[in-house]
């Protein structure tokens, strides 16, 4: 018998002692007293916001607009650094917010700049990833959620024999991807190549967006299909003059 086994199965002196130890040891703690531990807790919560302070406006923010082609005013970042890999465009308005950790990856083969364009004012979250073969643009007050992926090449051809060749999709499967305004994006949504997401819609968690959402619609499921038709904003009646 092994020396783990023998500590934690014989019922020898020894090997009961070494359990009774190890459980004192596990649930050992020590008194908390408010006054102390709430001190405490503030100390932390100052160091670690002035840690991540830092690194978010002298790290991680100069470095993703490094990256960047264009960006406008008051673009935020998390406190990840992002990973973006191959080479295109990254076109921002203002307001921009790329939070949390998002990967980017361009793939130069199918156009000269691919790029990545997101509008004023729009939200992006934590785990997204784009692949970009031409283009993906975002419009303007979006917020899409986390672990969001869009890409618009699936990497691969349909046909069999080019797949296990390891050739390339075929240029005419690389289709650009375009999201209208105040469109809402929810956790874990799938949106694949030639999608076009009409104004003011909402794609519900977890959907797999094949096909051209319409202005104005809530769509959900795997395929995702339409289940609601919101209003659209009505047009300010003019005052008489």
Sequence with gaps: MSLYGFLALSNHPVARFARRGRRALTHFSIPAPRVVVRSML???????EGHYFLARVFVCEPLFKAY???YGQRLTTGVFVHWIQG??????????????????????????????VVGDRTGISHACSFTIGK???????????????????SGHPSDAVKRAAGAP???????????????????RVLIFPGVTIGQGSII???????????PYTVVAGNPARKIATLSSPQPPIPTPT
């Design 42 to 48: 503030g100390v932390y919560l100052l160091l670690r």
């Design 68 to 70: 960047c082609t264009r």
């Design 87 to 116: 080479k295109g465009d990254i076109l921002l308005g203002n307001d921009v917010s790329f939070d949390g950790k998002i990967s980017i990856r361009f793939a130069m083969r199918f156009a000269d700049r691919p790029a990545l």
């Design 135 to 153: 283009r993906i643009t975002i419009g303007s007050d979006c917020r899409i959620a986390g672990d969001v992926h869009m890409f618009d090449s």
């Design 169 to 187: 999709p075929e240029t005419d499967d690389v289709k650009p991807i375009v999201i209208h305004d105040h469109v809402w994006i929810g956790r």
């Design 204 to 214: 519900s968690a977890g959907s797999v967006v094949l096909a051209d959402v319409a």
